[in-house]
């Protein structure tokens, strides 16, 4: 098999129950494409799974793109590993003759899933962000009308300001999404009631 710039380390999970897309897991700083998985299929059971590997090592650490400092991400490397990111979902869509996926991202998987939608914006059905935060400071236009977002913030989360949960809502919601924005009493780290609203979000699609 060739090496393309598309290629991922990942783990594709093909699942029983062809009524429910294809969950796109994309896994948090210092973790990889095992992390997400029993989550996905608590979420998700019966669904498709592919979940890709951050190719950016950050002290060692996978994440899907550099960062200068915590919050303060390298918008330009941003750009260019999500077009990436972009182009390895589409040949997987072909490969396996996938609809289009659901995201789910945690942290620094769900900044790159809010830059996917604000860059390609049809191409996944929806995303459930986790811990996530602005990933531009001047965002793309996009019309995401027809796109579902769940997104989960912590009001104690010492990474992300509660404002910036709140000004992501509103980019996605002027952009067209229907935005569930529910900001738990949490920290960043998840909790089982990320898991029973992702869940309950994720049967009503
Ligand atoms: C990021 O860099 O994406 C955020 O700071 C979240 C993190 O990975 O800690």
Known sequence: MSITETDFIHRFEPGADATRPPLLLLHGTGADENDLIPFGRLVAPGATLLS?????LENGMPRFFRRLAEGVFDEEDLRRRTDELAAFIRESQA??????PVVL?????????ASLLLRHPGLLRGAALLRAMVPFRDPPRARLEGTEVLLLSG??????????????????QDAGAAVAHHALPL?????????????????AL
Do not use: E, Y
Not at 52 to 56: H, I, L, S, Y
Not at 155 to 172: H, K
């Open 52 to 56: 890709p590997r951050g190719k950016v």
């Open 95 to 100: 490969r396996h003759g996938l609809a289009a």
């Open 105 to 113: 991202g945690f942290s620094n998987g769900a900044n790159i899933a």
């Open 155 to 172: 009001t104690a989360d010492p990474i992300v300001p509660a404002a910036n949960s709140a000004s992501l809502a509103r980019i996605l």
């Open 187 to 203: 920290g960043h780290g998840l909790s089982q009631m990320d898991v029973a609203l992702t869940r309950d979000w994720l049967a």
